[in-house]
């Protein structure tokens, strides 16, 4: 993220903006489903949607078994996300992802990977995934990924205070983990798929953007249920009702369990609907994902040349 974005400062707490939030699950159902179907890319344009889509990537690895190795594949990868005779047949000439996304303990090799390039370094924070760690400990855990060369904290909050209802508190966590960023912009993850309602959802969305957030993001990519257009669909009209009320526009990521070409296009016509193209650059939008770009090069390779080529050689990512 450059820093010439406008950060998100928050607004003070209080429950008038979201106390009345009450989603229809079924109505929110219908609209998702009938996105992808009405509002189909048509043919031209959609190898320029899925670049869009490759440059909106945070490139991941969140393995145990993560090397120095396999990080510096997905940074050179993450530098030339797509082959360089398909870029050049669809008229572009650079292309990369929008970061990279790694462990604390990667970070610096994430650095050296990537040279002097400015591609930014995203660190996952706060006792990732589950969070079950003191905020004393996540806020340290921030602080340390900052001075290792993160420019990008994903943090996760505490799932327990949602389910509780404790408001106040889920404010006052994620507001303090966005002072330990200073300046480096913080996504915070909700773990959508271990929220039980839709209201919820929305209500934590509401109470993470008060508190500072400069994204929101759904999931983990641990979570049994990740990343699904119904969520997405509540987190963006929280996200857009809040740029109503304050006019700060705070980003979006979709994470976890989006593999496809087809889903990527998918999120792109949700975003371009309910908040606008505005919102369709990495500022303001990525999606979290680890095996994506292998299809979205295949598809493009598919665009450019007209047939297929095996998924083994678009392996990584
Ligand atoms: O934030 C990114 C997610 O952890 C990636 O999840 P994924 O491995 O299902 O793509």
Sequence with gaps: MSSEHIRNEGIPYSTEYFDHININRSAVERRASSLPARRTVKKEYQAAWL???VNCIDLTTLSGDDTAGNVYRLCQKALQPVRQDILQALGFEDLTVGAVCVYHNMISDAKKALGSSSLPI??????FPAGKIPLEQKLQEIKASVAAGATEID??????????????????EVKACREACGEAHMKTILATGEIPTLTKVAKASWVSMMA??????????????????PV?????RAIREFYELTGVKVG??????????????????????????????NQLFRFGASSLLGDIERQLEHYVTGSYSASYRHAMA
Excluded: C, H
Aim: proline share 1%; glycine share 8%.
């Design 232 to 236: 997405s669909l509540v987190m963006v």
């Design 122 to 127: 995203a660190a996952v924070s706060t006792g």
């Design 51 to 53: 670049l869009k889509a």
């Design 212 to 229: 500072g957030s400069d994204f929101i993001k759904t999931s983990t990519g641990k979570e049994a249920v990740n990343a699904t257009l």
């Design 252 to 281: 979006y990521k979709p994470a976890g369990g989006i593999q496809k070409a087809k889903q990527a296009l998918d999120f792109l016509i949700l975003i371009k609907e309910e908040l606008g193209v505005e919102w369709l650059n």
């Design 155 to 172: 943090i996760v909050i505490s799932r327990e205070l949602v389910l509780n209802n404790k408001w106040e508190e889920l404010y006052e």
